[in-house]
């Protein structure tokens, strides 16, 4: 006999995961037919997107027709397609604020490596290494680029958090696996005092330097190129930042570099980590968990981690005063001071 919550069991959830891969890839089509782009000058019909973009009739039928339906366009009676707010403000590739980059990296790599997910389950090893160098180099070359306007609000949030204006000394800013240089850019945007010492790999490298270069900065950076636990960081550093770096080290790897990183800070010096968190208890939140998956398929020993386990790293080491700080971003920063 079946109770009344049973007999209310569909599989209408099961179903729509089913499709789930769709809209990913009906956005990545979207963004590299331009359609974002050419509706950001007003609304249009099909016919009209057609004759700007050059793709075919029936295929942007099919994907504008899906965007409407996940919200990212709107449709008017006389058939005439729109953007959401959602999309003006993230997805027209020429706006400073376009988050649709990360999109043109999963159907070339992100989804040849999540194919191979069974097979990973079994042996425990990862389709990719994407954090080893010989393996990764290119890989970050083509991503960090777009990754920037995901994770510059929360480098501002952080650059106004740490009061670094006023006049003084130089401040000394160390941007491990800096990437596209956007912590440290935020940071030098908001003090000339500031001086970034970048580490990164040495394919890297070039694209932190024009981008300091690009917002005028390249006189306040420097650059060593290297392996984060062999790399020379110096010391006497007044903030260290390590964004999204740890949940691809893995656990042995990331508490070795936070002791590293405690003894190349000036006492006083602050900590900050940008990191996909997730609870103590791995049942949440749900962006954590997927990206835990990521990490499976694309590194060797990577994961995500949660505020109370990175909290202990950073006792270990020396810090106090573990604290999290609110920032824009699927995680709050956690923030540690050396004493």
Do not use: C
């Amino acid at each position: 006999m079946t109770t009344a919550s049973a007999a209310q069991v569909t599989p209408a959830r099961i179903s729509q995961f089913a499709w789930g891969y769709v809209p990913p890839l009906v956005l990545e089509a979207a963004i590299r037919h331009r359609v974002f782009d050419v509706l950001d000058t007003g609304a249009k019909t099909i016919q009209e997107v057609q004759h700007e973009t050059g793709a075919s009739e029936r295929g942007l039928a099919a994907i504008m027709n899906v965007l409407v339906g996940l919200e990212f366009l709107e449709k008017d009676g006389q058939g005439r397609y729109s953007l959401a707010p959602d999309s003006a403000a993230f997805l027209v590739s020429t706006k400073p604020a376009f988050l649709g980059g990360i999109y043109r990296h999963i159907s070339r790599q992100l989804m040849p490596n999540f194919l191979q997910l069974n097979e990973v389950v079994a042996t425990g090893r990862p389709a990719k290494a994407v954090n080893q160098q010989s393996e990764g180099g290119e890989f970050f070359v083509d991503l960090v680029n777009d990754l920037f306007p995901l994770n510059y609000p929360a480098a501002q949030v952080l650059a106004g958090h740490l009061s670094l204006n006023g006049s003084g000394p130089e401040l000394r800013v160390l941007d491990l696996a800096a990437g596209s240089g956007v912590w440290g850019i935020a940071l030098a945007q908001k003090s000339e005092r500031v001086h970034v010492t970048v580490v990164d790999w040495p394919e890297v490298i070039p694209v932190t330097q024009k981008n300091a270069e690009r917002f005028g900065l390249e006189s306040r950076f420097s650059f060593t190129s290297g392996d984060l636990l062999k790399a020379d960081f110096g010391d006497n550093y007044a903030v260290a930042t390590l964004g999204h770096i740890l949940h691809s080290e893995g656990r042995e790897r990331s508490q070795a570099l936070l002791e590293k990183v405690f003894r190349a800070l000036a006492p006083g010096g602050t900590i900050a980590i940008a990191e996909f968190l997730v609870n103590p208890e791995r049942t949440g939140p749900l962006s954590g968990l997927l990206f835990a998956v990521n990490m499976l398929v694309n590194t060797q020993n990577g994961d995500t981690y949660s505020v109370e386990e990175i909290g202990g790293w950073l006792k270990k080491a020396g810090f106090v005063n573990t604290r999290t700080l609110d920032a824009p971003g699927a995680s709050p920063l956690i923030l540690a001071t050396k004493p």
